[in-house]
């Protein structure tokens, strides 16, 4: 089984829907984190969390809430999705005990915002 | 806020020939750090980079911190078509509480047999 796993893989939804990308992860890391992949522009962090009670604006949060709702689980939302909106979306987490902060990422949900 | 410049943005070669890229920055970083996205797959760390100067091997793959501490290179000897996919750099500003993590925007390798 996947140490950071996200649902759903693919999604397709309308303009104007409220939608919500789940992540969850048995590594007991304490740090989330959402990215956000569009082709020729990389990773862009969206928020983060460095605990349960911890959330944090990334680059690119506008448009976007976030919910940490226990140390394994970290949700995303997008309250009224915008085709600009269409990217691949890919939670990550890390342990900050470690030297480098080493992110491990999910496989990633492509999401289609028509 | 801090940008890398990560070039070339996509490479096509034959396999066995070898690869090289690398990342720039206007700002000093801590830790330079090399990423690859399989297909379909999210990012997995290959080298991670401490102090100026370094120079890191992983198997086929070497990664330099540049002695500037705003730059870094990464090269793949002997290329294989599993090589293929993404490959980031991201430099890391400070560790602890003051996270700060930036990605460059990726080199697509694709590798011809």
């Known amino acids: 089984d996947a140490d950071v796993t996200q649902t759903p893989r693919n999604r397709i939804t309308k303009t104007g829907k409220r939608i919500m990308l789940e992540c969850s992860q048995t590594?007991?890391?304490?740090?989330m984190y959402w990215y956000r992949q569009d082709p020729g522009l990389g990773l862009r962090l969206i928020y983060y969390s460095f605990d349960v009670k911890d959330i944090n604006k990334g680059e690119i949060s506008d448009g976007y809430s976030v919910s940490r709702q226990a140390q394994a689980k970290f949700s995303l939302s997008l309250e009224s999705a915008i085709p600009n909106q269409t990217a691949l979306y890919f939670c990550?987490?890390?342990?900050?005990?470690?030297?480098?902060?080493?992110?491990?990422f999910g496989s990633g949900t492509q999401l289609s915002v028509l | 806020g801090q940008q890398l410049n990560q070039s070339p943005q996509s490479m096509f070669i034959q396999e066995g020939e070898d690869v090289s890229m690398n990342c720039t920055s206007s700002s000093i970083f801590n830790t330079w750090l090399w990423y690859k996205q399989d297909p379909g797959e999210g990012p997995v760390l290959l080298i991670a980079l401490y102090k100026a100067g370094e120079l890191t091997s992983n198997g086929r793959l070497t990664a330099q911190f540049g002695i500037t501490r705003k730059d870094s290179f990464l090269n793949i000897s002997a290329s294989i078509p599993s090589d293929v996919g993404i490959y980031f750099c991201?430099?890391?500003?400070?560790?602890?509480?003051?996270?700060?993590?930036?990605f460059g925007k990726g080199t697509l390798l694709t590798v011809n047999p």
């Open positions: 590594k007991g890391h304490d740090r």
């Open positions: 990550a987490t890390s342990d900050p005990g470690q030297v480098v902060e080493k992110l491990f």
């Open positions: 991201a430099g890391q500003s400070s560790g602890g509480s003051n996270y700060k993590l930036t």
